[in-house]
């Protein structure tokens, strides 16, 4: 099996920030997970090197386009391996190769009749670099730019996209993961409900120099996106190379959704015009935000992955951003929420299971691997979970579900964590009788931590091969192979284990106090109405989501589970709920909580919130949300 994964390829006027690292680390994620699946993959990015914006910001650095694009790019392909990012690939639209590829393609689209000389008339963005129709406009300005476009009057160059609409409406609907996330799909299904016009693809010289001449008419230039979506064919060789014949069928695009229209219609109409098969997906996700604002260049808020890096750490920055975004949503960035990740999901959860677990065998098996015998309930509860892990995981994975691929993950890690104190190796050790239980409680948990130690390799390569060097295993065997329990050769030395990451100390957001002084106002007429409240009283209760990442039961009491949960702070809440739920079908599950509630002690535990549950009759049912959005969220 093979696989062809790429990320946008980036344009150089602007230095990468945690938008495209993102889309890049989604990829590279992708092609690790696809090699551990046994995969002959390829993976490429690049930049995206021509067109107004380049000349425009090399002037502004006192550059000639060719010195600017140079640094800019290597900007990019510098940044990478700080973020344990591989491409096998990294292709510039300025490489001879692709210019020529671009005017071999040119040619034969227009020799065949697909490309015609014509007057066009029509508002033209120069954030977009392409004319947009009317009912593009939000206010009479572009939805991305939020700047009034210029009416252009001028002779171009046009491709007949119009020609492909048809099929490209039934190759849509016959090949349902054409575009994901669904609401893409729907997006552009939409969008093409209405007549398809035709594409300007050149530019006159006397406006744009920086660019491919057309190979029929130099007084023109290439359009940007007509020669920058060519990069995902001159990546393999096209037309002659055998990478073309091998990678070609199976392409996978990675974007945002910025760049929708083109990779959705743009080109698959092209390629359907040079002969070729569409690629096989589109993979679609949201943006970054701060606040509620998109992370871009031209706004000047932006964060740097390599400041990101230096701060927390390659992986913990992977998988913050693989955790907190649903792939296809938007997410809000800030540093509270990825030391919240980090302390809790990575130092405490998985950092805590791992070190105490191999100390305990340092201690307790002299240091080694040991035999393991008969399982028990526990044993046999904790292997079943591995292999339902493995099989969520795979299929996660697969549909680009990263967040919930790392939540089943993470159910596991919980689970182990439990399974220790369950067993209480420390005191079976005090017994000799108890030898053979013992044994095989650390053989179950070694095991569990080599298969973790798998399933994360794609996120966080670095972590998988602190753990793999610690359970004294390599890690070439496929996820198949090493999926299968009983990797683990009893006898095999294990090492000292080192700390996979170090808790981060920063203060953690206080529950913020409710807003008292309404209250105090003398009530009107319809607030005396018994139960009735203003928008203002309801505005005082902050309502959020949580996603729960521990829950134990209170000792002494039937009804109490203490839970921990995200929001994205950390925060302990005590629950009556434990005749409904047990604490392990809780983890992992978003619930809403009461954010802004006076803390309560309850049985000797400091609850930080309340969970909203419904009541029916007998039955409790915790009150979620249709689809997983990131924690913290407000519920308005
Ligand atoms: N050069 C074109 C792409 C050509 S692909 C044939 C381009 N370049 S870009 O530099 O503007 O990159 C856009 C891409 O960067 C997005 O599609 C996404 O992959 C990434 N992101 C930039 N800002 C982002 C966020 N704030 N959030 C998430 N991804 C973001 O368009």
């Given at each position: 099996m093979?696989a062809?994964?790429?990320t946008?390829i980036?344009?150089?006027n602007?230095?990468?920030?945690?938008?495209?690292?993102?889309?890049?680390?989604?990829?590279?994620?992708?092609?690790r997970?696809?090699?551990?699946?046994?995969?002959d993959?390829?993976?490429?990015?690049?930049?995206?090197?021509h067109?107004?914006?380049i000349?425009q910001?090399?002037?502004?650095?006192?550059?000639?386009?060719?010195e600017?694009?140079?640094?800019?790019?290597r900007?990019?392909?510098d940044a990478w391996?700080?973020?344990?990012i591989?491409?096998?690939?990294?292709?510039?639209?300025t490489?001879?190769?692709?210019?020529?590829?671009?005017?071999?393609?040119?040619?034969q689209?227009?020799d065949q009749?697909?490309i015609?000389?014509?007057?066009?008339?029509?508002?033209?963005?120069?954030?977009?670099?392409?004319?947009l129709t009317?009912?593009?406009?939000q206010?009479g300005?572009c939805?991305?730019?939020?700047?009034?476009?210029?009416?252009?009057?001028?002779?171009?160059?046009?491709f007949?996209?119009s020609?492909?609409?048809?099929?490209?409406?039934?190759h849509?609907?016959a090949?349902?993961d054409?575009?994901?996330p669904?609401?893409?799909?729907?997006e552009?299904l939409?969008f093409?409900?209405?007549?398809?016009?035709?594409?300007?693809?050149?530019r006159p010289?006397s406006?744009l120099t920086?660019g491919?001449?057309?190979?029929?008419?130099?007084?023109?230039?290439?359009?940007v996106?007509?020669?920058?979506?060519?990069?995902?064919?001159?990546?393999?060789?096209?037309?002659d190379?055998?990478?073309?014949?091998t990678y070609?069928?199976?392409?996978?695009?990675?974007i945002a959704?910025?760049?929708l229209k083109?990779?959705?219609i743009?080109?698959?109409?092209?390629l359907?015009a040079?002969?070729?098969?569409?690629y096989?997906?589109l993979?679609?996700?949201?943006?970054?935000?701060?606040?509620?604002?998109?992370?871009?260049?031209?706004?000047g808020?932006?964060?740097?992955?390599r400041?990101?890096?230096?701060?927390?750490?390659?992986?913990?920055v992977?998988?913050?951003?693989?955790?907190?975004m649903s792939f296809?949503l938007?997410?809000?960035?800030?540093?509270?929420a990825?030391?919240?990740?980090?302390?809790?999901?990575?130092?405490?959860?998985?950092?805590?299971?791992?070190?105490?677990?191999l100390t305990?065998v340092g201690k307790?098996?002299?240091g080694?691997?040991p035999?393991?015998?008969?399982?028990g309930?526990?044993?046999?509860?904790?292997q079943?979970?591995?292999?339902?892990?493995?099989?969520?995981?795979?299929d996660?994975?697969?549909?680009f579900?990263?967040h919930r691929?790392?939540?089943?993950?993470?159910?596991?890690?919980?689970?182990?964590?439990?399974?220790?104190?369950?067993?209480?190796?420390?005191?079976?050790?005090?017994?000799?009788a108890?030898q053979?239980q013992?044994?095989?409680?650390?053989?179950?948990?070694?095991?569990?931590?080599?298969?973790?130690?798998?399933?994360?390799s794609?996120i966080?390569?670095?972590?998988a091969?602190?753990?793999?060097?610690?359970?004294g295993v390599?890690?070439?065997?496929?996820?198949?192979?090493?999926?299968?329990?009983?990797?683990l050769?009893?006898?095999t030395?294990?090492?000292?284990?080192?700390?996979?990451?170090?808790?981060?100390?920063?203060?953690?957001?206080?529950?913020r106090?409710?807003?008292?002084?309404?209250r105090q106002?003398?009530?009107?007429?319809?607030?005396?109405l018994?139960?009735?409240?203003?928008?203002?009283?309801?505005?005082?209760?902050?309502l959020?989501v949580?996603?729960i990442t521990?829950?134990e039961?209170?000792?002494?009491?039937?009804?109490?589970l203490?839970?921990?949960?995200?929001?994205?702070?950390?925060?302990?809440?005590?629950?009556?709920?434990?005749?409904?739920?047990s604490?392990?079908?809780?983890?992992?599950?978003?619930?809403i909580i009461?954010?802004?509630?006076?803390?309560?002690?309850?049985m000797?535990v400091?609850?930080?919130?309340m969970?909203l549950a419904?009541k029916?009759?007998?039955?409790?049912?915790?009150?979620?949300?249709?689809?997983?959005?990131?924690p913290?969220s407000?519920?308005?």
């Amino acid at each position: 099996m093979t696989a062809y994964i790429t990320t946008p390829i980036f344009y150089v006027n602007a230095e990468p920030h945690l938008g495209h690292a993102y889309s890049t680390i989604v990829a590279d994620t992708y092609a690790r997970f696809k090699r551990l699946c046994g995969e002959d993959v390829r993976f490429q990015t690049g930049t995206d090197e021509h067109g107004d914006k380049i000349v425009q910001a090399a002037e502004s650095a006192g550059e000639s386009p060719q010195e600017y694009v140079d640094r800019i790019s290597r900007m990019f392909s510098d940044a990478w391996p700080h973020l344990d990012i591989e491409p096998d690939n990294f292709i510039r639209t300025t490489d001879a190769d692709h210019k020529e590829n671009v005017q071999r393609i040119l040619q034969q689209v227009y020799d065949q009749g697909d490309i015609y000389f014509s007057e066009y008339e029509g508002l033209y963005c120069k954030g977009c670099e392409r004319f947009l129709t009317e009912k593009e406009l939000q206010d009479g300005k572009c939805p991305d730019h939020l700047t009034e476009p210029d009416r252009i009057s001028e002779q171009n160059y046009f491709f007949r996209m119009s020609k492909y609409q048809e099929w490209l409406v039934d190759h849509i609907n016959a090949n349902p993961d054409f575009i994901t996330p669904e609401r893409y799909k729907n997006e552009m299904l939409s969008f093409l409900s209405d007549p398809l016009e035709d594409l300007c693809i050149s530019r006159p010289t006397s406006r744009l120099t920086w660019g491919i001449p057309l190979p029929f008419d130099d007084r023109f230039v290439t359009y940007v996106w007509f020669d920058a979506l060519i990069n995902y064919l001159t990546g393999l060789g096209y037309p002659d190379d055998e990478k073309f014949s091998t990678y070609w069928p199976v392409a996978e695009h990675v974007i945002a959704k910025d760049i929708l229209k083109p990779h959705a219609i743009f080109w698959p109409t092209m390629l359907k015009a040079m002969g070729l098969e569409p690629y096989q997906k589109l993979h679609v996700h949201g943006y970054w935000n701060i606040g509620d604002t998109k992370m871009s260049k031209s706004l000047g808020n932006v964060v740097r992955p390599r400041a990101m890096v230096d701060e927390y750490g390659v992986d913990a920055v992977r998988y913050f951003l693989l955790r907190d975004m649903s792939f296809g949503l938007d997410s809000g960035y800030n540093s509270e929420a990825v030391v919240a990740r980090q302390n809790s999901d990575l130092a405490n959860d998985l950092g805590n299971l791992f070190s105490r677990s191999l100390t305990m065998v340092g201690k307790f098996e002299d240091g080694k691997v040991p035999p393991c015998g008969t399982m028990g309930k526990l044993d046999l509860a904790l292997q079943e979970s591995c292999a339902d892990m493995l099989a969520t995981y795979r299929d996660e994975m697969e549909h680009f579900r990263f967040h919930r691929a790392l939540q089943a993950v993470w159910k596991v890690v919980s689970k182990a964590n439990k399974y220790i104190v369950e067993n209480a190796p420390w005191e079976l050790a005090k017994d000799e009788a108890n030898q053979e239980q013992l044994h095989t409680v650390f053989y179950t948990l070694l095991e569990t931590l080599r298969i973790l130690q798998v399933v994360v390799s794609p996120i966080m390569p670095a972590t998988a091969r602190k753990m793999a060097a610690g359970l004294g295993v390599d890690h070439s065997d496929t996820l198949e192979i090493a999926g299968q329990w009983g990797g683990l050769k009893p006898g095999t030395a294990i090492q000292k284990p080192e700390q996979l990451f170090p808790r981060l100390e920063k203060k953690k957001d206080a529950p913020r106090p409710a807003k008292t002084k309404d209250r105090q106002k003398p009530k009107g007429p319809e607030q005396q109405l018994e139960g009735i409240i203003t928008f203002e009283d309801f505005g005082n209760v902050e309502l959020k989501v949580a996603e729960i990442t521990g829950a134990e039961v209170i000792k002494k009491s039937d009804r109490l589970l203490k839970l921990t949960v995200k929001a994205p702070e950390v925060r302990t809440i005590v629950a009556g709920i434990a005749e409904h739920y047990s604490p392990e079908e809780l983890i992992g599950r978003q619930v809403i909580i009461v954010a802004n509630l006076k803390p309560a002690t309850l049985m000797g535990v400091q609850s930080e919130g309340m969970v909203l549950a419904a009541k029916d009759g007998k039955r409790l049912v915790l009150a979620s949300l249709s689809d997983t959005v990131a924690p913290g969220s407000r519920v308005a």
